[in-house]
């Protein structure tokens, strides 16, 4: 029975971490110290070491001192940890959570597996990719960023139970005197601009005579506002700052306009939700771009910057969208074309080749 260690980046190393650990592995997890690692956590019941460290968030000499530091001590702390309970791998999901681990189990000559969710790697994923056994990924396209890695495309890992409902879904358009439902999503922050873009659309598409209903996440600072808006026009909505239960949510859903994080795309495929993708256009290293671009070349999704969309263009794009039935089956179906198998259990499968010295394709 192996020993790999999982950096713990939320929802996709977790549903990889209960692969392993139903493959019959001992798992250990490696948190950052962070209080939403507590919720997302709580039915956890294996080992874990917590490594407070953080990341480069400002550019002032002072705060990259700091951080530096931070993880210089993160790394001493796991290499101590390491040595009394050595690993056989470790999969790391990137970000600065990550680099202590890595830097230690690189130092143990323990075998490293990275993740990288988005077309472009982070800085972590960029950093280690030479060093690493091997680099996972959820988009083809990484491999022109990473050319210095070895590069196996596993896909996005998701939670079970969206993963097992998005496999067995079925998407249709609405049938005759059924509602067209539009989900808006502007990720865990909420998307304050394109809330109010998709809001203001709607009172066109209302004028028009469509019959729709609106399920929009607005995260918390624009939830009240938006609600108002929707009262105010007579518009069919549902607001909500944030949904746990996202399954049910997509098996509603008609289509979407939402943000490209690399979790958002890899659901929407996983549903076969036709989507407008909006990036986030503040996003490190403009990636939720490059993905949009990715999901877009595959006729998975379309896409426009924030920069270009405003509220007349989204009202007509809508429209033409609501009315064409056939164009939304052809965006579900490439967007189930993508979404192969379970990513969760291709990265275990990896980690497993990994441990045991296999060469990786």
């Not at 990341?55 to 702390?77: C, D, M």
């Not at 624009?222 to 607001?239: L, N, P, T």
């Not at 979790?263 to 495929?269: D, G, K, Q, R, W």
Request: proline letters at 5%; aromatic letters at 6%.
């Amino acid at each position: 029975m192996e020993n790999y260690s999982v950096p713990f980046i939320f929802f996709p190393g977790l549903a990889t971490a209960e692969k392993l650990r139903l493959r019959g592995h001992d798992i250990v997890l490696w948190l950052a110290g962070k209080d939403v690692e507590a919720d997302a956590l709580k039915d956890w019941e294996g080992p874990r070491h917590t490594v407070k460290s953080q990341g480069f968030q400002s550019k002032s000499p002072v705060e990259i001192t700091r951080t530096v530091y931070s993880l210089n001590r993160a790394t001493a702390q796991c290499r101590r940890l390491m040595r009394k309970d050595k690993p056989d791998v470790i999969l790391a999901m990137g970000s600065y959570a990550s680099v202590g681990p890595v830097k230690a189990a690189l130092r143990l000559k323990v075998p490293v597996v990275l993740h990288e969710a988005n077309v472009v790697p982070g800085r972590t994923v960029s950093h280690f990719a030479a060093r690493a056994t091997v680099v996972a990924a959820c988009f083809e396209e990484s491999r022109f960023h990473l050319q210095n890695a070895d590069l196996v495309i596993t896909g996005m890992p998701l939670r079970d139970g969206l993963e097992r409902l998005g496999a067995s879904s079925v998407y249709r358009p609405p049938e005759a005197g059924e509602p067209f439902t539009i989900l808006v999503t502007g990720g865990s922050r909420g998307a304050s601009a394109l809330n109010l873009r998709v809001a203001q659309s709607a009172v066109g598409l209302k004028a028009r005579g469509i019959n729709f209903r609106i399920i929009h996440l607005t995260g918390r600072a624009d939830q009240e506002a938006m609600q108002e808006h929707y009262d105010h026009a007579g518009i069919d909505a549902r607001v909500e700052a944030f949904v746990n239960d996202m399954s049910a949510v997509y098996r509603q859903t008609h289509f979407a306009i939402s943000r490209a994080g690399a979790a958002t795309c890899a659901e929407l495929s996983a549903f076969g939700i036709p989507s407008l993708l909006v990036p986030y256009p503040y996003a490190v290293r403009d990636h939720q771009t490059s993905n949009a671009l990715a999901m877009e070349k595959s006729r998975a999704a379309d896409f426009i910057p924030e920069s270009d969309l405003d509220s007349v263009w989204l009202e007509k794009y809508m429209h033409a969208c609501i009315q064409s039935p056939e164009r939304l089956m052809r965006l579900s179906d490439a967007a189930r074309a993508r979404r192969g198998g379970s990513a969760a259990a291709a990265l275990a499968m990896l980690v497993e080749s990994v441990a045991h010295g296999r060469v990786v394709a």
